[in-house]
């Protein structure tokens, strides 16, 4: 008699241990904000910067002893550079944790840029597929500016998540051609507005302007209740400005208008830059996707120019980048960070044209990231500049062996395997960093809150 036999099926991570019937369900999202606080974890113990996040410590302490939260000193000197959102975070942060901690104050970091993760997770993977959606957030959070601001203490990853949050929401509404929820939109550039000023205005607005020229759905401002947006906006702006000019009265609007505002951006009296700085500062930003992204968003522009068959997200996408990269470019005052609020557009368009891009160009562009790795730790070896020394040993070592591995994983476990270890180059950076936290500390003199120490603002 013939013994029956077991049919060998698939293994299925689900069925095999039945997760179903003890009610646990899988998602992705969840793991998001968990993932980010172990990348970051390695650098618990890093203290203060006294380039700037020293600055804002000192700036969070002088409101608190002069108990007015909308007007703020440095050095006994007015300070309306940044609005005050970012200060009541370090402030709140201070009464959580009983004092000022970098890691204390990053965790709301990686709350917002979590937060802005699992939105677009959930958002490109009804649009997409969970494929695009995780290759999305992984290019985004990995590249150098994005994984940087997270870490340090500044409030550039608030104004880029809140302005990423505003027009993600802005574009679902227009593809549900539902605008009942479009007033959420108003709300998170008012949110960006507090948090960075003026440029969490622009790029948004500017951007929902423009692509109504180019969307096949036709709409107008009326119908998407933009009108009515500027009114939620006016009502942020007015929540810091009216406080402050009841305060201070004209000293505060001459200091916010005429010396910040216009000074920033036609004389630059801090950060002047030539016009063309981003064209070549750009690519950097979102190292180790530099050749990829590039290569993405040449095809694509050549694409809508030729072809016109550029979908509306795409297009959505590129006037994002490109629109933002010029009011930027026109401002005479310039930083690399200021490119923040374009990396997450750069990562999902790179993201939903990865599978488009030909076997053959990819392995191209594959050879070039290696290329570049190999010869940046090279050049690396020859550099001596102040804030690089401190990390000098790390990044050529991270930078060698990542493009080591990620070449031989190319070869001998494909080309996907290659690809994904080179998003890991800042983790392991980190996580190498964090054995040498307190060498990486003296080193960049850095160091924690002391109410004796008298702060000179470094230039």
């Known amino acids: 008699m013939k013994l029956p036999t077991k049919k060998i099926t698939k293994f299925n991570f689900y069925k095999d241990f039945k997760l179903k019937k003890i009610k646990i369900k899988f998602k992705f999202e969840y793991f998001i904000p968990i993932v980010l606080i172990l990348v970051t974890l390695p ?35 007015l300070y309306t550079d940044k609005p005050p959102l970012f200060f009541w975070i370090i402030i709140f942060s201070k009464f959580i944790f009983r004092n000022y901690y970098t890691y204390g104050i990053v965790i709301f970091n990686i709350f917002i840029e979590s937060f802005l993760l699992i939105k677009l997770y959930r958002f490109l993977k009804i649009k997409f597929d969970e494929n695009v959606a995780i290759m999305s957030i992984f290019i985004t959070f990995t590249g150098i500016l994005q994984y940087v601001s997270v870490i340090v203490v500044r409030m550039d990853i608030y104004l880029s998540c809140f302005i990423a949050l505003s027009l993600l929401n802005f574009f679902e509404c227009y593809e549900k051609n539902d605008y009942q929820k479009n007033w959420i ?12 000023g003026i440029v969490g205005l622009l790029t948004p607005l500017l951007v929902i302007i423009l692509f109504k020229f180019t969307a ?22 007015l929540f810091w400005i009216i406080p402050a000019y009841i305060s201070l009265g004209n000293i505060f609007i001459n200091e916010l208008f005429f010396k910040q505002l216009f000074g920033r951006a036609v004389k630059a009296f801090a950060h002047k830059r030539p016009f063309y700085y981003y064209l070549y500062t750009l690519p950097m930003t979102v190292f180790p996707w530099t050749v990829y992204s590039v290569y993405v968003m040449y095809k694509s522009i ?14 959505f996408l590129l006037i994002w980048i490109f629109s933002t990269l010029f009011y930027l470019s026109v401002s005479s005052s310039k930083l690399v960070i200021y490119l923040l609020p374009i990396v997450t557009p750069i990562g999902i368009l790179t993201a939903i044209n990865y599978r488009k891009i030909p076997f053959e160009i990819k392995n191209i562009l594959f050879f070039i990231t290696i290329s570049i790795f190999i010869v ?20 050529i070592f991270s930078l060698f ?23 890991l180059l800042f983790p392991i950076v ?16 850095a160091r924690n809150y002391d109410s004796n120490y008298i702060y000179i603002e470094k230039k």
Do not use: H
């Open 376 to 395: 940046a730790s090279i050049v690396m070896i020859f550099s001596n500049s102040r804030d690089f020394v401190p990390f000098k040993v790390i990044s």
């Open 302 to 315: 050549i694409s809508w120019i030729k072809e016109k068959n550029t979908s509306d997200f795409e297009k």
């Open 430 to 445: 980190t996580f190498v960093a964090g054995f040498n936290i307190s060498k990486i500390n003296k080193m960049t003199d």
């Open 43 to 77: 650098l618990f113990n890093r203290m203060f910067t006294q380039r700037n996040e020293l600055k804002y410590l000192y700036i969070a302490q002088n409101i608190i002893k002069n108990k007015n939260p909308f007007i703020y000193y440095l050095s006994g000197k």
């Open 401 to 423: 062996n990542i493009g080591m591995v990620s070449l031989l994983l190319f070869l001998k476990a494909g080309k996907k395997a290659g690809f994904i270890f080179l998003g």
């Open 216 to 237: 096949s759905k036709k709409y107008s401002l009326k119908e998407t209740g933009f009108y009515k947006g500027l009114s939620i906006i006016l009502a942020f702006v």
């Open 185 to 196: 939109t108003f709300v998170y550039i008012g949110f960006a507005f507090l948090f960075k």
